[in-house]
């Protein structure tokens, strides 16, 4: 928002070059080449050397001599859920903080030749020890309930062609505060609905510790690097008036502070100090820049090749407001909401919730359809004036299309997914929107000489307006005489004068010289002041 209002005060002032407009081609194509090269770099090596993102813990209900044979009392050991009065035991232990979270998954094995399509009533309970004592047997254990045993359905599906049904979570706990948890579980129904279910394999999936201080300090490194841009970049843009700073470098200043959010800063306190208060305060910043970016994707390409200045407020800016002020009050809220109560409730799974708000779903849809059937309109009109834009248009018309569809790919291959399923997935991800910016602030810094340049612009409007104050307009000035043309032009050139002491004023330590400017000006004072009177 506050990248927005200042354009109705002239913000799309195109008087200042850019670093941009000062590179070649060539340059341009090398700055992209040494970024590529540095992304897949990152990317690769992180990818093959660095720490699976995930730990499973396969254990199945019971175990038989034999790979495949049915449960036979007399020769293997386990329970056999098939009947409804059996209930397994499945302890998990060796938990730390690192470790951030555990899902407990269920695949059941079909022992009959035909699919499965079913509601399975779980009967399951999760207890914990606060107190763990090395080398402590479980029966010696005080437990504690964390939930007690709770019925609850699951959806059981089953193909023909498969011998396991597709795998169904159970609970899961996002804040562990805890080394040692215990579960009972139990499947109920009619006997003759349960004669189909073989062994039952249960995976404990959770996040890597080595992963999980990879992240970390990937995360932190991410944030160091936005924040250095945005120093930087106000840095070399502070000597400019803030009208002397185009369309994109005032939207740059809002983007780099909400990447800063994107790159999680809160993520050692959401592993190290778990609480429902850290998880859903990460998940507004991370929603947070996603509404900026989707904003200033709509602005810069519906803006492309107009005068912002020109553009009324409410027919131009309120409906973008209103479109992505939706999507992020619905996003916010609603990720929000499902991240509080993931941490409170093992049991709580947020898609069937979605599932059961038709309206809000709906709702939701239909804030997405519109948004992308409204870019896509804007890139097809864009595309068609791709030829009488200028070259920074469309350097950032055709970077910003690579990025978006790179994203949308990403969506459809479910790198948006709550947990990161690879370390290829999570790198890639956070590189992508860190690096996109990064080029762009490397591109829109002002150039070299724009400071020299606002110095002495500032200068000559003073002298161009004291000019016109004592001599008139340009027409006024033909009909003075010669010598009142004189004083104008050595007015105008004590100015410079002073113009070039300001802008370099170390350029010379000749001390005769700064008397020099002051004696002229001090001349240039008594003509004003002689043309004051013939006026």
């Known amino acids: 928002f506050c990248a927005i209002m200042p354009a109705l005060d002239s913000i799309l002032d195109r008087q200042l070059a850019i670093k941009l407009d000062t590179l070649s081609r060539r340059q341009i194509a090398r700055i992209f080449l040494i970024w590529i090269i540095i992304y897949l770099t990152i990317l690769l090596l992180g990818g093959l050397l660095g720490p699976k993102s995930l730990t499973e813990v396969h254990t199945p209900s019971y175990k038989c001599p034999r790979i495949g044979q049915l449960y036979d009392p007399s020769q293997c050991t386990g329970v056999d859920l098939s009947k409804n009065n059996s209930i397994f035991t499945l302890d998990m232990s060796d938990f730390n903080r690192r470790y951030e979270f555990f899902y407990l998954y269920m695949r059941i094995e079909n022992i009959r030749e035909y699919g499965i399509e079913m509601e399975m009533v779980v009967n399951a309970s999760l207890e914990f020890d606060p107190i763990d004592l090395p080398n402590q047997d479980n029966a010696n254990r005080k437990w504690r309930t964390l939930f007690p045993p709770t019925q609850f359905q699951r959806t059981v599906h089953c193909d023909l062609t498969s011998d396991y049904c597709d795998s169904i979570l159970l609970f899961k706990e996002k804040s562990l505060q805890y080394k040692v948890y215990r579960s009972h579980i139990q499947l109920l129904s009619n006997s003759s609905d349960l004669d189909w279910i073989g062994n039952v394999d ?39 008036r803030l009208k002397d700073w185009n369309f994109e470098q005032k939207w740059l200043v809002s983007l780099l502070t909400s990447l800063i959010g994107f790159n999680d800063p809160l993520c050692g306190f959401v592993v190290y100090s778990p609480s429902p208060l850290w998880a859903s305060a990460s998940v507004m910043l991370q929603v947070s820049f996603f509404a900026a970016l989707m904003m200033f994707w709509l602005i810069a390409i519906d803006a492309m090749n107009r005068d912002l200045s020109t553009l009324p407020f409410f027919s131009f800016y309120f409906p973008k407001i209103l479109l992505i002020g939706s999507f992020w009050i619905l996003t916010a809220g609603s990720f929000t909401y499902f991240a509080y109560w993931e941490n409170v409730d093992p049991l709580y799974d947020w898609q069937s919730e979605v599932q059961s708000y038709g309206i809000l779903k709906g709702f939701g849809i239909a804030v997405v359809s519109i948004y992308l059937v409204w870019f896509l309109v804007l890139v097809y009109r864009a595309f068609k004036e791709l030829r009488t834009l200028e070259y920074r248009f469309k350097l950032f018309y055709t970077f910003t299309l690579v990025v978006v569809l790179t994203m949308l790919g990403g969506i459809l291959a479910g790198t948006l997914a709550p947990v990161d399923v690879s370390t290829f997935q999570f790198l890639g991800y956070h590189l992508l929107f860190n690096f996109y910016l990064f080029i762009l602030t490397i ?71 700064e008397d020099e400017i002051q004696l002229s000006a001090e001349r240039n004072s008594r003509h004003q002041s002689s043309s004051l009177q013939k006026i």
């Open 202 to 240: 249960f995976v404990l999936q959770r996040k890597n510790p080595a992963f999980s201080s990879f992240e970390i300090g990937f995360k932190y490194a991410l944030c160091a690097a936005a924040l250095a841009f945005l120093v930087g970049f106000l840095k070399r843009m502070n000597p400019l």
């Open 443 to 513: 591109f829109y810094l002002p150039a070299v000489e724009d400071l020299r340049y606002t110095y002495e612009r500032d200068l000559e409007e003073e002298t161009e307006d004291i000019i016109k104050d004592l001599y008139g307009d340009a027409e006024e000035l033909q009909t003075f005489n010669h010598e009142d043309r004189e004083d104008a032009s050595e007015l105008e050139a004590a100015w410079h004068a002073i113009a070039s002491a300001d802008v370099n004023p170390h350029s010379s330590d000749d001390e005769s010289d």
